[in-house]
């Protein structure tokens, strides 16, 4: 416990540092926190534009989508403030510059994730947060199931940190391609904003058992919508979001070990 | 020749550019097929023809850098290497524009016909049916190329006057994605601002030359609005390379 409580300490001095350098430069901060949070509106234009023909998507109305496109944002860009350069850990090897964070007293986890910790990110948090406040305002959830909310969130971002950690512990094997780790980190944030009943009953069973995102926001949301699952998988399901996200972190906590283990630096 | 040898080098990378875009192209392919299914014809477009636009459109995505990668060049500018770059006996904007079209002829072979394949075999896509599709659907990339790298050339520039390019290339990148048909068909857009949508020129970068090989659009008039974007903004970039040129004298080189 005093490990994790060291490890969590020097993430927040150190990402406070990085505010601070970037504050240095209010203007371009401003800009730059506007600016992701126009970019990932774009999203949602498309979603709108998309209801401007058609009243229902893969059998969701508009606040519903909304719904499932908040939670999953929420997640998805508070994973990404937090843990997402993570995938940078290619670069940093073939720089040299991991070897300089191996031998600092610090966690080369927590110095990966906090590297160049982009406090401009946050754009992208209100943007989907607002989206999320818009489709609950529409939706009146009953508070007996409105608790699934923020612990759906909460599991969210530990999923989608998981998978950017196996995103980063690839790096240690393909220095090369670190595209490769994109595909599921933000691919996962692309699969998610839309119900997962568009699409094809093979790639949601996929995304049920074997890379769990169907619990960031399909399953968890089924449950707050009350919504009968258009493939009928069992009932239960809804409430296996923690033991999917735990499952996965550890899995991901092993991975990077695994890696970190294996790495012996570039030589020169 | 000398920019395809130059990006061939980095066969891993292309590699997994080409498998993202394929992983997205699946993504957004179920979301158009299931709008489809409930508004069947919908824009002139059968759900064939939609998944066609979308794999087509994950295609153009590596040699049309869509999500507005900025040219080599802005780099240059920043550091001041452009000076050099002026000196030399050949037209800066030639030379640029031969180096990324080289780039953008590696970038289709690699990271755009196996997004395409793929998804012909998950879901089936529509070909032009005779070899004039096919050339005029040739002539069109190769024009969209031209005002991709028109636009991408005028924000490199840009970078002599306002040095950090942090900002505009958010902004282009938001302008291009949008507006040029990437995140959803520009005949989708309704009313007024689909029009408007459709005259600006990233529609000659995505959306028109979708329409060409669909075989959706009357291909002279298409032909000659990417003609006269790439005009424009060839000569636009000539315009301030010559007053770049200047500046540079009065700096003192």
Same mark, same amino acid.
């Given at each position: ?8 300490? $020097? ?16 203007? $371009?901060?401003?800009?730059? *926190?506007?600016? $992701? ?15 401007? %023909? ?32 993570? #995938?940078?850990?290619? =670069? %940093? ?5 991991? #070897? ?39 939706? %009146? ?19 989608? *940190? ?8 690839? =790096?240690?094997?393909? /220095? ?8 599921? /980190? ?6 998610? =904003?839309?119900?997962? $009943? ?30 009968? #699952? ?39 | ?8 080098? +980095? ?16 993504? !957004?392919? +179920? ?13 002139? +477009?059968d759900?064939a023809d939609?998944?066609t ?49 080289? !780039? ?12 395409? &394949?793929?998804?012909a075999?998950?879901?089936g896509v529509t070909f032009p049916a005779h070899a004039s599709g096919w050339a005029w659907f040739l002539?069109s ?11 991408? +050339? ?33 005949? &989708? ?21 979708a329409d060409v090989y669909l075989g959706k659009t009357?291909v ?24 770049? !040129? ?8």
């Amino acid at each position: 416990m005093g490990e994790v409580l060291g490890m969590a300490r $020097s993430y927040v001095l150190l990402a406070a540092t990085w505010i601070r350098a970037a504050a240095q430069y209010p203007a $371009s901060m401003i800009m730059i *926190t506007a600016g $992701s949070f126009v970019v990932t509106g774009l999203d949602l234009a498309a979603i709108a534009v998309i209801f401007v %023909h058609t009243g229902s998507l893969g059998g969701f109305t508009l606040p519903e989508v909304m719904f499932l496109y908040g939670t999953a944002g929420v997640s998805f860009a508070l994973a990404d403030m937090l843990f997402g350069n993570v #995938d940078k850990l290619g =670069q %940093h090897v073939r720089a040299g510059t991991f #070897d300089t964070m191996l031998i600092r007293p610090v966690s080369p986890f927590v110095q990966m994730a906090v590297d160049r910790f982009a406090f401009q990110r946050v754009g992208r948090v209100l943007q989907a947060a607002t989206v999320l406040a818009i489709a609950l305002a529409q939706l %009146h959830v009953p508070w007996q199931r409105a608790w699934m909310i923020p612990l759906m969130v909460l599991c969210g971002i530990v999923l989608f *940190t998981a998978l950017w950690t196996f995103g980063g512990a690839l =790096q240690f094997l393909l /220095t090369e391609a670190p595209e490769i780790a994109n595909a599921f /980190t933000y691919g996962g944030g692309q699969l998610t =904003q839309y119900p997962l $009943s568009v699409y094809g009953g093979e790639l949601v069973r996929a995304v049920t058992f074997i890379v769990p995102l169907a619990f960031v926001n399909w399953q968890p949301g089924l449950y707050v919508l009350d919504r009968p #699952d258009p493939l009928g998988l069992p009932y239960w399901l809804r409430f296996a979001g923690p033991v999917a996200a735990l499952t996965l972190a550890c899995a991901a906590a092993w991975a990077w070990r695994a890696g970190l283990r294996r790495y012996r630096s570039t030589g020169s | 020749m000398f920019g395809f040898r130059r990006h061939a080098v +980095y066969r891993a990378a292309a590699f997994a550019g080409a498998l993202t875009n394929t992983i997205f192209g699946v993504l !957004r392919a +179920y979301v158009l097929i299931a709008l489809w299914h409930a508004r069947p014809g919908l824009a002139g +477009y059968d759900v064939a023809d939609a998944v066609t636009f979308c794999f087509l459109t994950q295609a153009f995505i590596g040699p049309m850098q869509v999500f507005g990668g900025a040219l080599d060049l802005a780099g240059r500018v920043r550091t001041g290497d452009v000076a050099l770059d002026l000196l030399r006996p050949a037209s800066l904007q030639l030379w640029t524009l031969a180096d990324d079209l080289g !780039r953008a002829a590696y970038l289709f072979i690699v990271r755009s016909v196996p997004p395409v &394949l793929i998804g012909a075999a998950l879901f089936g896509v529509t070909f032009p049916a005779h070899a004039s599709g096919w050339a005029w659907f040739l002539v069109s990339m190769i024009l969209g190329v031209v005002v991709s790298f028109g636009l991408r +050339y005028l924000l490199a520039m840009a970078t002599c006057w306002i040095v950090d390019d942090r900002g505009l290339l958010q902004l282009s990148l938001v302008m291009t994605t949008f507006f040029s048909g990437m995140v959803l068909p520009l005949n &989708l857009m309704p009313g007024w601002f689909g029009t408007f949508t459709r005259a600006l020129p990233w529609s000659a970068m995505v959306q028109v030359p979708a329409d060409v090989y669909l075989g959706k659009t009357d291909v002279a008039g298409a032909l000659a609005f990417q003609a006269m974007w790439a005009a424009v903004l060839l000569a636009a970039g000539a315009l301030v390379t010559r007053s770049a !040129r200047r500046k540079v004298v009065i700096q003192g080189g």
